[in-house]
């Protein structure tokens, strides 16, 4: 597959962080001639926070998850197991089988209680997995297992994504260095409506569970909750943010210890990496769309709005065409169900008005606006003029290339 012309150049040097070993392997679930299994082993005493997917008709490695999560265990350890190629969803009685098997055939290898494993699947829904394929490369898997292999595993739990995704950063707590790494998965079915596909994020720090999940969940919002690539929400989407206490950092307690300032921001921003990541690996997409929303009733409402335009494939198509067809920005913002007043709405593309005081700027630029349109970044904002909420989300264009790799995704 064509990698996305939105690719980074490189994949990041990703920092080792303490307490934490994972690696790879080829268990053959559905691919050949590559690794699709990834495993992490995360040092007793560490904790955990996650969020997962609101799909109704979530894939069972969520409801095992999740359990795992409310458990706040981790006394002996956590592990993580991720396959590619089979979502394991929609399977039955058989696949909530299947993940007991392989949280159980983890736990034995790891030492760690079934019940602190966390077991992720992605790929084809409604298929059977072959949960034997997958247990029988998972003790070759826990030998090789190393601080170093993030990359490996950012490899492994690949679909359709035409490049993995990774980031890592440097910060301090109280004065001790603190080290964030991560990767993830995503090019299709995304807009993640708690999470992102699947995205797992390390940590040296020292943060007790009840803050780390106060943190996680906020910075989410600001993340992965801020991208949508084409509406769709995973059966199977799941965030983990583990931290081994291995920096030797005073304990924080609470998400709001001024102490965590500094890892406050450096964790948005890795995570902003990774969801922003995922959207320039979006299926078929040419261009990287940002919409900022303000001037809304609240930022509720500006989130809205902002997710109705970047939904829209009137407005998605539009972009991929390098056609400023703003009327379809104006239908999108008006369709959302929030406040609107034509009379003070504003758009901009690239920093041109377009828009003001209920019609077109009748001498705008459109050479400008069609230069930026050539380009692969685009920026839409709209004011609304009616308050202070605001929001910022991500998106991609909607091309032909996105038919061509759902219409034979099976095949």
Excluded at 69 to 84: D, E, K, S
Excluded at 111 to 123: E, H, M, P, Q, R
Excluded at 156 to 169: C, E, L, M
């Amino acid at each position: 597959m064509k990698t996305s012309p939105l690719a980074p150049p490189d994949f990041p040097a990703l920092e080792p962080v303490k307490g934490v070993r994972i690696g790879a392997a080829a268990a053959g679930i559905r691919y050949q001639g590559r690794d699709d299994l990834a495993m992490a082993a995360v040092a007793p005493g560490s904790t955990v926070a996650g969020v997962f997917t609101t799909s109704r008709t979530c894939a069972p490695s969520i409801l095992w998850s999740r359990a795992a999560a409310n458990r706040a265990g981790g006394g002996n350890g956590f592990g993580l197991v991720v396959n590619a190629g089979n979502a394991n969803a929609f399977t039955g009685a058989a696949g909530m089988a299947a993940v007991n098997e392989t949280a159980s055939a983890a736990a034995a290898l790891l030492g760690c209680d079934a019940g602190d494993v966390f077991v992720a699947s992605t790929g084809v829904i409604g298929e059977p997995l072959d949960v034997g394929k997958l247990t029988a490369a998972l003790p070759g898997l826990y030998e090789r297992l190393s601080e170093s292999g993030l990359a490996a595993a950012a490899q492994a739990i690949r679909t359709t994504d035409t490049f993995p995704k990774g980031a890592s950063v440097k910060t301090e707590i109280a004065g001790k260095a603190v080290t964030i790494s991560g990767i993830a998965k995503g090019s299709g079915m995304i807009e993640p409506n708690m999470a992102t596909m699947l995205a797992y994020v390390f940590t040296d720090a020292a943060i007790a569970q009840g803050a780390l999940q106060d943190i996680l969940l906020e910075v989410n919002e600001k993340s992965f909750n801020a991208i949508t690539v084409d509406s769709d929400t995973s059966t199977s989407d799941m965030l983990l943010l583990f931290a081994t206490g291995k920096a030797g950092n005073p304990l924080v307690e609470r998400a709001g210890d001024p102490a965590l300032g500094a890892f406050r921001e450096a964790l948005t921003g890795l995570m902003v990496d990774l969801a922003t990541q995922i959207v320039k690996d979006g299926e078929g997409a040419t261009k990287f769309i940002t919409i900022d929303v303000g001037g809304a009733e609240s930022d509720q409402a500006a989130r809205r709005i902002a997710k109705a335009i970047a939904n829209s494939p009137l407005v998605k198509t539009a972009i991929a065409g390098e056609d400023a067809n703003w009327g379809r920005i104006v239908a999108a913002a008006g369709k959302a169900g929030e406040a609107v007043d034509p009379d003070r709405l504003v758009i901009r593309f690239g920093g041109t008005v377009v828009t003001e005081k209920g019609a077109r700027v009748p001498d705008y630029d459109e050479g400008k606006l069609d230069a930026h349109l050539k380009g692969q970044y685009i920026d839409i904002a709209v004011d609304l003029g009616i308050g202070d909420g605001q929001a910022r989300v991500w998106t991609c264009d909607l091309t032909h290339g996105y038919i061509d790799i759902n219409a034979d995704y099976r095949s």
